[in-house]
């Protein structure tokens, strides 16, 4: 069986790229006549797995991880295709092997859905895990934030080497009092953590309810972060680890992106700390400033030579953080809501997000299949609205003309952005800047 | 209850009323109490209070937006009640408290005060709910209801016939299921999705002016005729009569119109 998974599933992800079609379909070939595939692979790599979970952010924090950890020499093995479950790692995996099954890599870094990952650390323990927060996302998918939280304690909980928590974020950094001891075999706990002056760019949805006078309900006591990120300029970072302040020039944009950024460099100084070879410092900070964002997850195009940024909203605080970080002054601006499954079906979270910062220059479009769900929300917060089309194409088409001698900005859901990227290829040359 | 420990029914949380437009002279104040929106608050109920307080202005009155959570003391001379729903973790924060609320809460129900209750509230204003694992968390009883928690959730676009308010559309997404007595009536008959329970055909309660309902969306938003019907009934315990301004439903109309076509 084992000599003839590997070319049957790797010939099976060959006619389904010739067709086109899903990344899954070889994964699912595999695992049904070689259920043991994954695992067996990924047990061959010395250092191990990390698996990189949360609500917001995954598929970013995962390629900075992956380029720090090569900053060091390391070859890593990732899901790139976004195939963020099991089937979508073993399919990943059938890419990578050599047609004896063999996966030539120091360490697995894997992107999980929190729901997928349950499944995926149930087969294979990770030796790492990255935990990086718990929104409200999709709730009708997962029910309720602190299942979500649940979900991810069970990841920690299966991870034999370290574990690294957001301290910032209460249901996250909670898991550690969970998990046992290194003295009887439990994980070692890592944090990373934001400085008091960022701590109000980063609403959790607690605090997005608590009185701004009110008395903070008995916080505990903050523990030791192994990266706190000091301080977020235009174009540049500061990084507090081993005890002084570093400053590195940074690709990325918007305050969450960096945070996450500093969650990468907590898990990569960790796999760097335990191999026998010293920590290469200088090449992960060079690294760090060089990692630009993931594809679809926030970037800055040029149209018409001035520039596109496209925001991804997907929840309340991520909504509420794209507003804080790209102030609207002197930007047409765009929103595109659809309610496809990958976006979220329930409108609820539009009205938790406040959008006093548009009222000043207003919204010039609107779109995607709830354009008019928004249209009312922005009604209610007095928010003036140019126009609005549920198709997306002739609404990004329209944007773009009225707003020739401007930069603009589009806040858009998941499958809006895809939509969106498509249209842009479409009618002008793209760009990506970072 | 705790002594008063700082500033209390204001809205003082991160949401803000967009400032008031200069009008002409205020017909007059409606005081809007959101019920415990710390800890109740995870569908949006926001746009709930958001929605009454902008219409009151709409209609020409001046809303006084309060907030009553764990702890606080009860504000006096409260015209519209609004709560929402929480996770397991919130009603298990405010559900002694709310306990410890129900004479005053009884009195204003029965008295005629209009209140939308929204899911986890909707559960906790009945007389309980039975968790899966069979114990009781008591309600308080105001609404002849009880509920039975359950593995299935029931989740998805919900569009429900009603004889006071037509067509009332949302989101559920809960696994409580509801059981009405004799001493209620259902809000209307599901169209599209389940509602109460996945056996009646139905969805929400109504008891005197009280509307109770598992749908979230924000559910006022898309429903001004629920919304000015909470309103009015508000305005006219107050002041005797209720003159409605003419708000714009543009939006609303348009987003009814593509909410009711999407899936379920």
Known sequence: ?434 | MTPETGPQHELSHGHELPPEEPAAPSKGTIRVLQLYPRDMNIYGDWGNALVLAQRLRWHGYTPELLEYNVGDDFPANVDLIVGGGGQDSGQLVIQDDLLSRETVLRELAEDGTPMLVICGLYQLFGKFFRTRTGSVIPGIGILDVETNGTDERLIGNVSVSTPEFGTVLGYENHSGQTTLGPGVEPLGTTAKGTGNNSGGGHEGARYRNIVASYLHGSLLPKNPALADFLIKTAVERKYGSFTPGTPDDRYAVLAREHAARRPR
């Open chain 1, 1 to 434: 069986m084992l000599y003839f998974s590997v070319p049957l599933g790797k010939f099976v992800r060959r006619v389904s790229r010739l067709r086109g079609g899903g990344s899954a379909l070889p994964g699912l070939v595999v695992e049904k006549i070689d259920p043991g595939f994954m695992q067996r692979t990924l047990a061959t790599l010395p250092l191990g797995v990390a698996v990189v979970s949360g609500t917001n952010g995954k598929t970013t924090t995962t390629k900075m991880v992956v380029e720090l950890l090569e900053s060091q020499g390391l070859k890593v093995f990732t899901n790139r295709t976004g195939s963020n479950f099991t089937r979508g790692v073993a399919a990943a995996l059938l890419g990578e092997v050599d047609w004896r099954g063999r996966l030539d890599a120091d360490i697995a870094v894997l992107e999980l859905d929190e729901a997928h990952a349950v499944h995926f650390v149930n087969k294979v323990p990770p030796r790492y895990c990255l935990l990086l927060n718990v929104l409200r996302d999709q709730l009708d998918r997962f029910g309720e934030i602190d299942k979500t939280a649940d979900l991810l304690q069970h990841i920690a909980s299966k991870t034999t080497g370290t574990v690294v928590l957001n301290r910032e974020d209460p249901r996250v950094a909670r898991i550690a009092a969970t998990l046992a001891t290194p003295a009887v075999g439990g994980p070692e706990v890592r944090y990373f953590g934001l400085d008091d002056s960022l701590l109000s760019t980063f609403p959790n949805d607690d605090d997005m309810r608590s009185a701004p006078g009110s008395p903070v309900p008995d916080a505990p006591a903050k523990p030791n972060a192994d990266v706190v990120l000091r301080r977020v300029g235009p174009a540049d970072a500061d990084f507090d680890y081993d005890g002084a302040t570093v400053s590195t020039p940074m690709k990325l944009r918007g305050v969450y992106n960096i945070f996450n950024a500093a969650a990468a460099l907590t898990l990569a100084r960790a796999i760097a700390a335990v191999r026998g070879t010293a920590t290469d410092h200088a090449g992960l900070l060079t690294a760090l400033g060089n990692v630009a964002p993931a594809f679809g997850r926030g970037e800055s195009l040029v149209v018409d030579g001035l520039p596109l940024d496209l925001v991804l909203v997907k929840n309340p605080s991520g909504f509420r953080l794209g507003l804080k970080s790209f102030p609207a002054a002197g930007y047409a601006t765009m929103i595109a809501i659809n309610d496809n499954y990958a976006d979220g079906r329930d409108m609820s979270w539009l009205w938790d997000v406040e959008f006093d910062t548009l009222r000043e220059g207003g919204v010039d479009q609107l779109t995607g299949s709830r354009a008019y769900d928004m249209a009312l929300r922005l009604q209610y917060d007095d928010v003036a609205i140019g126009a609005v089309d549920t198709e997306i194409a002739p609404a990004l088409a329209a944007f773009i003309r009225g707003a020739k001698d401007r930069p603009k900005r589009i806040f858009c859901t998941y499958t809006a952005m895809l939509a969106i990227r498509r249209e842009l290829s479409k009618i002008t040359t793209v760009e990506v800047v970072s």
